[in-house]
């Protein structure tokens, strides 16, 4: 789909290579994105926990097993954070750093409902104290809500991919962003999730059984991780597009700066 163009068709992206997404800058983002999926784990091994306490035998060996698959999946991450909290790394096996990048990336901005769905799952725990349909109603928005995000994101990555066809991401292009012409398409997705939890929020204090607090904790969990996942479906496509080119370009292979290449001869 992008084969026919080169590198001056992504001109606008070289700014971004030796900027904010300059090699020596992405170990940041990696030890934040440890920190979050680590919350999140760490949210739904409690979970677990839970459930093998009470004894309520809601969660499966399956959802078990997955949960043991993100603490590896977390543990790799961790690893590749680690690796590249050497400078000389960070640049030398760049083009490996913008894929990690890019998974670590599309991975936090979905891994937020994990410890949703295990709460729900386990909701017979009689730890809690939220009713039931409460807690269906919230669990039903907010899958809804991830679905809508991910339509979002491949409606983000075809829109990236247009702009490229334009012309706008050449030198004297427009960017990949023009929120200035594009605000009304931006605030649909807003409107949807505002939607879904206004009718989860009327159906669940129609019930009269609410556990107020436990109610309250569980929506702006939902919000947190709705406004990450539909604010990373923004990001994400410069994230591909980057790696696309460093894949494909040596142009946007940003040199390794002297006083790391010193380090390195010595």
């Not at 990336?105 to 295990?118: C, D, L, N, R």
């Not at 066809?165 to 960017?175: M, P, Y």
């Not at 009718?199 to 702006?220: C, Q, V, Y």
């Not at 604010?231 to 410069?238: D, F, G, R, S, W």
Request: charged share 20%.
């Amino acid at each position: 789909m992008l084969k026919n163009y080169n590198e001056e068709d992504f001109k606008e992206l070289t700014y971004v290579a030796c900027d904010r997404l300059d090699p020596g800058n992405v170990p940041v983002f990696l030890l934040a994105a440890i920190g979050y999926s680590g919350v999140c784990a760490g949210v739904s091994l409690f979970a677990v926990k839970q459930n093998i306490k009470y004894s309520t035998g809601n969660i499966s060996n399956a959802m078990i097993n997955f949960n043991r698959v993100s603490l590896i999946i977390l543990a790799i991450q961790i690893a590749f954070a680690i690796f590249y909290l050497f400078p000389k790394n960070n640049y030398k096996f760049q083009r490996l750093q913008c894929i990690v990048l890019s998974i670590v990336a599309f991975k936090i901005s979905i891994e937020g409902y994990q410890p949703m769905y295990f709460f729900w799952a386990d909701r017979h725990n009689p730890y809690y104290q939220m009713n039931i349909q409460t807690l269906d109603n919230m669990y039903k928005s907010g899958i809804l809500i991830f679905i809508g995000g991910i339509v979002f994101l491949i409606y983000c990555v075809f829109r990236a991919i247009n702009r490229v066809e334009k012309g706008c991401l050449r030198d004297d292009g427009r960017g990949l962003y023009d929120f200035a012409k594009s605000d009304k398409r931006v605030n649909i997705p807003i409107i949807y999730v505002c939607t879904m939890l206004g009718g989860s929020i009327a159906k669940s204090l129609s019930n009269g059984n609410t556990a107020t607090s436990e109610f309250w904790e569980l929506l702006f969990g939902i919000l947190i991780f709705a406004f990450i996942q539909y604010a990373m479906a923004l990001a994400l496509p410069e994230f591909f597009l980057l790696t696309y080119c460093k894949l494909r370009f040596k142009y946007f292979i940003v040199s390794m700066p002297k006083k790391y290449r010193k380090r390195v001869k010595k």
